[in-house]
T-cell receptor, first 115, second 111 residues
């Protein structure tokens, strides 16, 4: 149990375009999902916390208008990177927390390359 | 500020050795602490989760301890194997709902 999936697993896009990444909790309902970014040889950095039915909470330094998060259902959160630039190239990982729980379950990650 | 650090940053050992990875955190008010493994270019694999009320957890050749009062956790790997080579991440779930990762320890086990 407690499986989280991400789609796509990797994506290449041209500078200026937008890319949507999906995060799904497959066998549980996740009231809270988290989005992380990981640059090469660095650790994961929390970008935003996504709560179902409400606006996401962004960490300091993360542009909310550039990284659009939608948590429309208890099993799906999406991250849209708008007007992507090469410096947005990174590994994006989501996690989900079950209601009342404190353990996070991580997705396999999405590698974004912006050319 | 809630921070998590890990020592050493990198470690290279011959196969068969027992080894210890260290994790320190600045705030003792935590819900739990997790150890993850990450292979290059891959996602995270959860290894062990220790609740704040626990002192250690064991899974196979892995043993993780938690000393909340001193803000430390260790991951002990017994009889290391080349397949253990990966980056090991410590993550702390602080009170206040903030989940913070350490920078990781890159482990190489040489055959």
């Amino acid at each position: 149990g407690a499986v989280v999936s991400q789609h796509p697993s990797w994506v290449i896009c041209k500078s200026g375009t937008s890319v949507k990444i999906e995060c799904r909790s497959l066998d549980f309902q996740a009231t809270t999902m988290f989005w992380y970014r990981q640059f090469p040889k660095q650790s994961l950095m929390l970008m935003a916390t996504s709560n179902e039915g409400s606006k996401a909470t962004y960490e300091q330094g993360v542009e909310k208008d550039k990284f659009l998060i939608n948590h429309a259902s208890l099993t799906l959160s999406t991250l849209t990177v708008t007007s992507a630039h090469p410096e947005d190239s990174s590994f994006y990982i989501c996690s989900a927390r079950s209601p009342g729980g404190y353990e996070q379950y991580f997705g396999p990650g999405t590698r974004l390359t912006v050319t | 500020k809630q921070e998590v650090t890990q020592i050493p940053a990198a470690l290279s050992v011959p196969e068969g050795e027992n080894l210890v990875l260290n994790c320190s955190f600045t705030d003792s008010a935590i819900y739990n602490l997790q150890w993850f493994r990450q292979d290059p270019g891959k996602g995270l694999t959860s290894l062990l989760l220790i609740q704040s009320s626990q002192r250690e957890q064991t899974s196979g050749r892995l043993n993780a301890s938690l000393d909340k009062s001193s803000g430390r956790s260790t991951l002990y790997i017994a009889a290391s194997q080349p397949g253990d080579s990966a980056t090991y991440l410590c993550a702390v779930f602080f009170d206040g709902q903030n989940f913070v990762f350490g920078p990781g320890t890159r482990l190489s086990v040489l055959p």
